[in-house]
Structure formats: C-alpha cells, structure tokens
C-alpha cells in the first residue's frame, strides 16, 4: 500500500501570504488617495475663505463669489455711524472741503437690488455717501422706507444695463438741476466723495466728459470700469439721455460699462485722465490689497490687459487721494470709512498735496467777498467780525501752503531730472577709470 507523502507547510502558506500582502496594498493605496482627497479638499476651502484671489473670475464682465462671510455673524451685523457719537473731529477745519462741497456738487445714485438692501446697501447709506450732495438708490422695486427707486426692470446681470438707462433717465428727469456731475457706483463700491470733488474741479459740468477707471479694449476710446464707479459732467449726461431719444444710442449689449463707453463714443463724450499728478490712478476695480500686494492679481488676469494706462501693484498702484474700491465688503465699509476721514499719522506732512485747481483758489479768495452782505441785508456784528477774519487766515494760509507745496514738488522734480542727466555720465567716468585700470594691468 503506497503512502502519500504530506504536502510541505511552507508550500500551503505561499498563497495566502501573497494575498494577504495583495490585499494590505490595496488598502494602504485606497487609504492614501482617500486623505490626499481630503486633504486637498481642505486646503482649498482654506484657500477660498483667506485667498480671495481664488474668488475673482478671470473675466472683467463674470459675476463674482461672494465673501463677506463675517455677515453671518448676527451679533455684529448691524448698522453703524461712526461719527455719531464721536467728537475728536468735531473742531477740525474742514473749510476748504466745505468749500469744495457746496461749490462741485455730486449726486451719487447706486445701483442696487431688493435682496442686498439689508446685507450690503444699508451700510453704504451709513458710510461713504453721506458725503454727496444727493444720493438715490436704483433698484428693480420701489421701497418707500428704505427708500429705493423702482425702476420696473428686470433683476440680472444681463440687464444691469436696462437698469443703468432708466436710472439716468430718471435723473435727468427729476434731478438734473440738483448736481453738476453724476456718479453711478455699485452697492459693493467705497468713493471717498472729497477726493473725486478735488479731481472734478479741475473741470466744468458743461464739458462733454466723464471719468472712472479707464479700460482699454471694444471701444477705440475705452471706456470706464462700471465696479470702481464712473461720473458724467451734466453735459454727458444730457447726450447720453438724448441720444436714446433720438436713436444715436440703444441697448445693443448686456455689458453696462462697455455699452454705456460705446454710447460715449457716438455723442461725442470723452473719456478724461482721472490719474493723480504723477500718474497714479485713483479708481480702483478691486479692493485695496489686490492692488497694493504684489503678486495678488497673477499676470495672466484680465485685469493687466484691459488697463489703458499701465498699472503698477504696490505702493505706486494706488493715488494719495484715491477715489474709490470695488468688492467692498460691509466690513470693509466701516473700515475704508474709519481709514478715509478718522485715520492720522501724528507728525508728519504728506510729501506730495494735491493743488487746487485754479477755479477752487480764486473761489476761496472770494469766499469772503461772497458773503459780504449787500443793501438789503444787516452788517456783521462785531461778534459774527473775528470769525470773519480767522475765516479769512484759514484760507489765506492753505493757499499759501498749497503754493509752498507746488514749490517744494517742483524741486523735487528738477533733482530728479539733474539726477538723470547726471547718471550717465557718471556711469562714463567710472567706465573710464576701469578701462585705465585694465590698461595699466595690461602694461
């Protein structure tokens, strides 16, 4: 009777051990892909929440994310006034803004819509345009306590520029006399109002212009950028009415600013230079840190191609007398509100004043033969004369600051200019002496 020999143990086990190790990399790889998954997933909802980069559409006419994530806190939102209660300003000589104010009048109408009167609109009321002379709010429906206008159009980005047509309509219907130029900005857009009166005084309502953040394709022109905000002298805004009247213009595209810059160009409105003195621009289509951090806004963005002047990022990017910022959120507003009007550095005074126009010195020298009563009204007491005259030093002494100040700039400028024509052949010199050099090593 034969035997079977027993099969060897280690050859029993050598198929199971080869599934085993199978199976314990199957999983260790499933493992591994499932945390990178995670992982990955995790630090792009970090990157949304802190890189707000990753929220802008490369395309200037694509609607934007939104990113005011800190208005779901319901504790803090809420309007506010800062000045209501403050009382540090209260003494503060604001003369010539005063000036300014009644004599280069604003209205600011901002395009807004039912559902962002609570999360974003309200708290534009609050800030920034209580500086205008007027301001109405454009939405799609009247609400009488807010209050808003109905304009009786649609809601959409594709119909921001029905919306546009009808506000200005509206205005030059009802209000055309109340201002002599007229701002449109968004209900997400910060103006500091003071700084756009300085720059518009350099012109009159009865030229046919308009400034904004100047873009350079689709019109031969350009045209403005309609989130950082653009203003019509009343004479624009005469033909751009008109010229839908008459047909010169109609809604030949979805895009507000680019159709309303081509409306511009057939009557005839030029786009105006709204960069500072030395050609820093004033409006801004995003907020402060995209322009002023290098390396936020990739090269590759729209944003480098569409300007019409080239832009810089850094310090350089932005004016000292900047206009206005775009992707405002209602945080921001209160902040861009505290930094533009409450905000001083103790000790120091700005290297570069702006220069006020020609019109604004001789109205200041006027002011006071202005206000010189005539036959028909009583004389000044002696009380109402002491303010009268520190009236009068107050002017008289920013003119002459605004004078020492364009001294100052102009010296500036002429070192410059030395520097540079000195700079070469400077250059030369040393040239020289290092081709000296190598001749005596060479000897």
């Given at each position: 009777?034969?035997?079977?020999?027993?099969?060897?143990?280690?050859?029993?086990?050598?198929?199971?051990?080869?599934?085993?190790?199978?199976?314990?990399?199957?999983?260790m790889g499933l493992g591994f892909l499932f945390c990178?998954?995670?992982?990955?997933?995790?630090?792009?909802?970090?990157?949304?929440?802190?890189?707000?980069?990753?929220?802008?559409?490369?395309?200037?006419?694509?609607?934007?994310?939104?990113?005011?994530?800190?208005?779901?806190?319901?504790?803090?939102?809420?309007?506010?006034?800062?000045?209501?209660?403050?009382?540090?300003?209260?003494?503060?000589?604001?003369?010539?803004?005063?000036?300014?104010?009644?004599?280069?009048?604003?209205?600011?109408?901002?395009?807004?819509?039912?559902?962002?009167?609570?999360?974003?609109?309200?708290?534009?009321?609050?800030?920034?345009?209580?500086?205008?002379?007027?301001?109405?709010?454009?939405?799609?429906?009247?609400?009488?306590?807010?209050?808003?206008?109905?304009?009786?159009?649609?809601?959409?980005?594709?119909?921001?520029?029905?919306?546009?047509?009808?506000?200005?309509?509206?205005?030059?219907?009802?209000?055309?006399?109340?201002?002599?130029?007229?701002?449109?900005?968004?209900?997400?857009?910060?103006?500091?109002?003071?700084?756009?009166?300085?720059?518009?005084?350099?012109?009159?309502?009865?030229?046919?212009?308009?400034?904004?953040?100047?873009?350079?394709?689709?019109?031969?022109?350009?045209?403005?950028?309609?989130?950082?905000?653009?203003?019509?002298?009343?004479?624009?805004?005469?033909?751009?009415?008109?010229?839908?009247?008459?047909?010169?213009?109609?809604?030949?595209?979805?895009?507000?600013?680019?159709?309303?810059?081509?409306?511009?160009?057939?009557?005839?409105?030029?786009?105006?230079?709204?960069?500072?003195?030395?050609?820093?621009?004033?409006?801004?289509?995003?907020?402060?840190?995209?322009?002023?951090?290098?390396?936020?806004?990739?090269?590759?963005?729209?944003?480098w191609k569409y300007c019409y002047y080239p832009a810089?990022?850094?310090?350089?990017?932005?004016?000292?007398?900047?206009?206005?910022?775009?992707?405002?959120?209602?945080?921001?507003?209160?902040?861009?509100?505290?930094?533009?009007?409450?905000?001083?550095?103790?000790?120091?005074?700005?290297?570069y004043v702006a220069p006020l126009s020609p019109y604004?010195?001789?109205?200041?020298?006027?002011?006071?033969?202005?206000?010189?009563?005539?036959?028909?009204?009583?004389?000044?007491?002696?009380?109402?004369?002491?303010?009268?005259?520190?009236?009068?030093?107050?002017?008289?002494?920013?003119?002459?600051?605004?004078?020492?100040?364009?001294?100052?700039?102009?010296?500036?400028?002429?070192?410059?200019?030395?520097?540079?024509?000195?700079?070469?052949?400077?250059?030369?010199?040393?040239?020289?002496?290092?081709?000296?050099?190598?001749?005596?090593?060479?000897?």
């Amino acid at each position: 009777m034969s035997t079977v020999s027993p099969v060897p143990r280690s050859h029993t086990m050598l198929p199971r051990t080869k599934k085993s190790f199978l199976s314990l990399a199957c999983g260790m790889g499933l493992g591994f892909l499932f945390c990178s998954t995670l992982l990955v997933m995790y630090r792009s909802k970090r990157l949304q929440s802190h890189d707000d980069i990753i929220l802008l559409e490369n395309d200037p006419h694509a609607p934007h994310q939104e990113h005011d994530k800190v208005a779901e806190i319901d504790s803090v939102f809420q309007q506010m006034d800062f000045n209501l209660n403050d009382k540090s300003h209260m003494d503060e000589d604001d003369s010539i803004a005063d000036e300014v104010h009644q004599r280069v009048r604003v209205l600011c109408w901002i395009m807004t819509t039912p559902k962002n009167l609570e999360t974003k609109t309200r708290h534009v009321k609050a800030t920034w345009t209580r500086r205008c002379n007027k301001v109405l709010f454009m939405s799609s429906e009247e609400n009488a306590e807010f209050p808003t206008i109905g304009l009786g159009t649609e809601e959409g980005r594709d119909k921001l520029y029905w919306k546009t047509i009808r506000a200005f309509q509206y205005i030059y219907k009802h209000n055309f006399e109340d201002a002599d130029w007229f701002l449109k900005a968004d209900d997400d857009t910060f103006v500091i109002v003071d700084n756009l009166r300085l720059m518009l005084s350099n012109y009159t309502p009865e030229q046919p212009i308009y400034f904004g953040r100047h873009f350079r394709p689709y019109v031969k022109q350009g045209y403005m950028s309609g989130g950082a905000g653009y203003v019509l002298s009343r004479e624009a805004l005469h033909r751009f009415v008109t010229a839908f009247n008459d047909g010169t213009c109609t809604h030949t595209s979805t895009v507000e600013d680019l159709a309303l810059g081509g409306c511009m160009e057939k009557t005839g409105v030029k786009p105006g230079d709204s960069r500072d003195a030395v050609k820093r621009e004033t409006f801004h289509p995003f907020v402060p840190e995209h322009h002023l951090i290098r390396g936020v806004l990739p090269k590759s963005f729209w944003y480098w191609k569409y300007c019409y002047y080239p832009a810089n990022e850094g310090p350089e990017c932005c004016s000292d007398f900047s206009i206005s910022f775009h992707y405002v959120d209602w945080v921001w507003m209160y902040v861009l509100e505290y930094y533009s009007l409450h905000l001083r550095a103790y000790g120091f005074q700005s290297q570069y004043v702006a220069p006020l126009s020609p019109y604004l010195q001789n109205a200041l020298r006027n002011r006071t033969r202005d206000k010189t009563p005539n036959n028909h009204q009583l004389e000044p007491t002696n009380q109402a004369k002491p303010e009268k005259d520190q009236m009068e030093n107050k002017i008289e002494a920013v003119l002459q600051r605004e004078d020492k100040a364009k001294d100052a700039q102009d010296e500036v400028n002429e070192e410059i200019n030395n520097m540079v024509d000195r700079e070469p052949k400077h250059d030369e010199q040393k040239q020289t002496v290092k081709l000296e050099n190598t001749n005596k090593n060479v000897k």
